[in-house]
């Protein structure tokens, strides 16, 4: 199977300023169409999770362009930019290249 | 835009069978792949197996002996069967769309197992 690793597992940020989390995969993410399936959820305190990133870099809609993905290889990033309150929260990120699929183990942000 | 939600019992006796089901709204069945997984308190989230509305399965190596998923056009749901459980299978059970994207989600419903 393949790992996901997601670093740092804890991350405290202040009002305004950036994060960023990275997201490690034991082999690549290339799938046979050339596509790759990394992705990145939010889970809010007491919700379901939401995608907000889908194939590395293509921010869903209504995410706001305060997130971003990145990545290529083996080496995933999602950036928050002007990290607001609302962005408490666990995010994972999750392959779909490889079956079976897979999450990082989460990232939990707090202000 | 599509929605999902989850429905079925919230407390299973260890041994028994788990059963869920996720109706489907604003999109037909035969549109996708459809996805159930499964988040164990403070724990992180694991895909225990998808269909396609032919019938086509794939399950998780560590639950396919457990696992069976079916689909049901005429009432545009799916279903989960989860066999012989254990106080190892008390979760938040999900469902959502296409496995390799998961873009929607259903809100989710706790499972406990317990006599």
């Known amino acids: 199977d393949v790992v996901m690793t997601q670093s740092p597992l804890s991350l405290p940020v202040t009002l305004g300023q950036s994060a960023s989390i990275s997201c490690r995969s034991s082999?690549?993410?290339?799938?046979?169409?050339?596509?790759?399936?990394l992705n990145w959820y939010q889970q809010r305190p007491g919700q379901s999770p939401r995608r907000l990133i889908y194939k590395v870099s293509n921010r869903d809609s209504g995410v706001p362009d305060r997130f971003s993905g990145s990545g290529s290889g083996t080496d995933f990033t999602l950036t928050i930019n002007r990290v607001e309150a609302e962005d408490v929260g666990v995010y994972f990120c999750m392959q779909g290249t490889h079956w079976p699929f897979n999450f990082g183990q989460g990232t939990k942000l707090e202000i | 835009q599509v929605q999902l939600q989850e429905s079925g019992p919230g407390l299973v006796e260890p041994s028994e069978t788990l059963s869920l089901t996720c109706t489907v709204s604003g999109a037909s069945i035969t549109s996708s792949y459809w996805t159930w997984l499964r988040q164990p308190p403070g724990k992180g989230l694991e895909q225990i197996g998808y269909i396609y509305y032919n019938g086509i399965t794939n399950y998780s190596p560590s639950l396919w002996s457990r696992v069976t998923i079916s689909v049901d056009l005429s009432k545009n749901h799916f279903s989960l069967r989860l066999t012989s459980v254990t106080a190892a299978d008390t979760a938040v059970y999900y469902c959502?769309?296409?496995?390799?994207?998961?873009?929607?989600w259903g809100q989710g419903t706790p499972v406990t197992v317990s006599s």
């Open positions: 959502s769309t296409d496995p390799r994207t998961l873009e929607a």
């Open positions: 082999q690549g993410l290339v799938y046979s169409n050339g596509d790759i399936f």
